[in-house]
């Protein structure tokens, strides 16, 4: 049992919408793009899938170091997105130091960070990439043309919020850069998914319950970790997946939500949790009934979420 953590040291569960997004990744790095855009709505896994990147290497076959930025202190100046890279790769920044010096200290400590593995190919992933000022791709181009003149193939990951909202007024779907910056980084349009249907829940439940350790070093899952003796037999939440979603799609349209849209990873994370924590493990437990559905989807808060807005209306604590 091979289990990847965040940097809270929570499992990451892989979705099968996690999957389509690195190969649409893989595909941009085969087709010699240097960087390309992912979008999607608020809690649909953007930065647990810039974690899963950072520490999971086999859907690559060239060796890579990945590093997930965060740019909500990053200005637009050269030398002030250059001091923002430095810090964001580890490096202590040094006062009065001119842009040139700047960007061989970036080149420099690169290729430090990338020796040990003995990889060329450096994948800066740019959470929450609304925040990015026009001007500033600029200057992350001129960092990649230093890294590529210097042996290091550089590729970024943008993620993008949709519906994001900030003092700057991004419109974030038609960002207006230089072509040059459009045709090197954002050609590739991809949209992150949710969860989409049963089958993608199956998926995640069916990970969830038997393949992701709860904790590192435990070597066994959270449900089964509660609930050793319902194991023992032919239980599986996974196979519940057809019922829950039909739960989360009623709930959702007495909600006045769409039944179509997709799952949050965060919504679905949360009726996994519950129904491990609260009801499986329960004494006398030997199956899910409608009520232990309908209650982890009302604790997830599934159907008070606008995926178009990021608006959750706040529920009473179950």
């Known amino acids: 049992m091979t289990t990847f953590f965040d940097h809270e040291g929570r499992p990451i569960i892989p979705t099968a919408a996690m999957e389509d997004q690195l190969t ?16 999607s709505f608020t809690r649909f896994g953007k930065s647990t899938l810039a974690e899963f990147i950072c ?26 997105v250059f001091d923002w890279f430095l810090t964001q790769i580890g490096v202590r920044t040094v006062a009065r130091q001119g842009s040139d010096q700047k960007l061989e200290r970036i080149v420099s400590n690169v290729q430090m960070q990338l020796q040990p593995t003995g990889a060329r190919r450096f994948m800066p992933i740019f959470d929450d990439a609304n925040l990015l000022e026009a001007d500033a791709f600029n200057h992350i181009c001129t960092i990649d043309k230093a890294l590529y003149k210097n042996g290091v193939s ?51 439940l069916q990970r969830f319950e038997d393949e992701v350790e709860h904790a590192a070093g435990a070597g066994v899952s959270l449900p089964r970790h509660l609930a050793p003796r319902i194991y023992e037999g032919e239980f599986r939440m996974c196979n519940e997946s057809a019922r829950i979603w039909e739960e989360g799609c009623i709930q959702r349209v ?65």
């Open 24 to 39: 649409q990744v893989a595909s941009a790095i085969e087709a010699e793009y240097h960087g390309m855009g992912l979008h």
């Open 55 to 80: 520490v999971y290497h086999a859907w690559q076959r060239v060796a890579y170091v990945a590093k997930h930025l965060d740019l909500r202190a990053v200005g637009s100046g050269e030398g002030a």
């Open 154 to 204: 550089f590729f970024g990951i943008f993620l993008f919020q949709d519906g994001h909202t900030s003092g700057k007024k991004e419109g974030i779907n038609t960002l207006m850069v230089p072509p040059q910056i459009r045709s090197r980084y954002l050609t590739r349009y991809h949209r992150m998914h949710g969860i989409r249907g049963p089958d993608d829940l199956y998926v995640f």
């Open 254 to 318: 007495a909600a006045r939500r769409s039944q179509f849209d997709d799952w949050p990873m965060k919504a679905t994370s949360l009726i996994a949790y519950f129904l491990s924590t609260r009801v499986i493990c329960s004494p006398g437990f030997s199956g899910l009934t409608p009520e232990h559905i309908g209650a982890a989807v009302r604790f997830s808060d599934l159907a008070l979420y606008n995926a178009e807005s990021g608006e959750v209306v706040f529920s009473e604590d179950l």
